[in-house]
């Protein structure tokens, strides 16, 4: 397994922390209120659940402005989608709230044509690379590691999301962003090429 999936998908980036009161509604209660168009559960998903939600969509944008502004659209498309939403116990808010902020991503950047960028690269010789030890990469902060995510072309980085994150198999990454699945293989082994380097460098300029 690549070294990075042990470290990104326990932090899930979760760059803004809400606080949430002992008096909060449950997750249920929560979601039958925005589904009845109340304020004051619109209002506490929100504040619940938007530095998730921001974060997860810095991790598809990359540009903390387009987030924020992807942020804004998904949650009117929740709010205005909660009679799709079935409950299937605690977890299951905000595993189908992630679901339709990654799908919100998705379409942002399918209309900004900014998945093609990384296609023209794909006939580029695959050079080999090292992983950092996990060790070693375990020491470099959320933050950091965000950032050299939010660097990638747009194509490495969503393949990227999509297989380590998000969990799809490159059959499926290959339906979701209208490619093959030999483009979404070439992409990823970019990917994680591209981060392996920014660490190795990261670990040497601070010397670990």
């Given at each position: 397994m690549f070294f990075l999936c042990s470290i990104f998908v326990p932090v899930a980036f979760l760059s803004v922390y809400i606080r949430v009161e002992k008096n909060s509604m449950g997750e249920q209660e929560l979601a039958e209120g925005c589904r009845r168009g109340d304020n004051n559960a619109r209002r506490e998903l929100y504040e619940r659940y938007a530095g998730r939600m921001l974060a997860l969509c810095q991790r598809y944008v990359g540009s903390r402005e387009e987030a924020e502004d992807l942020l804004h659209d998904g949650f009117l498309k929740l709010y205005a989608s909660f009679d799709k939403f079935a409950w299937r116990g605690d977890g299951s808010l905000r595993a189908w709230m992630e679901r339709v902020m990654v799908n919100e991503?998705?379409?942002?950047?399918?209309?900004?044509?900014?998945?093609?960028?990384?296609?023209?690269?794909d006939a580029l010789p695959l050079e080999a690379y090292d992983e950092p030890e996990p060790e070693q990469a375990e020491q470099i902060p959320s933050q950091v590691l965000q950032r050299f995510i939010s660097e990638l072309p747009a194509g490495y980085r969503t393949v990227f999301n999509l297989y380590v994150l998000e969990d799809k198999s490159h059959k499926e990454i290959a339906q979701i962003l209208g490619i093959n699945e030999k483009s979404s293989a070439s992409q990823l082994t970019r990917a994680k090429a591209t981060l392996a380097a920014k660490v190795r460098n990261w670990i040497k300029r601070n010397g670990l």
């Open positions: 991503a998705l379409q942002y950047l399918r209309r900004n044509d900014v998945l093609n960028q990384s296609a023209a690269l």
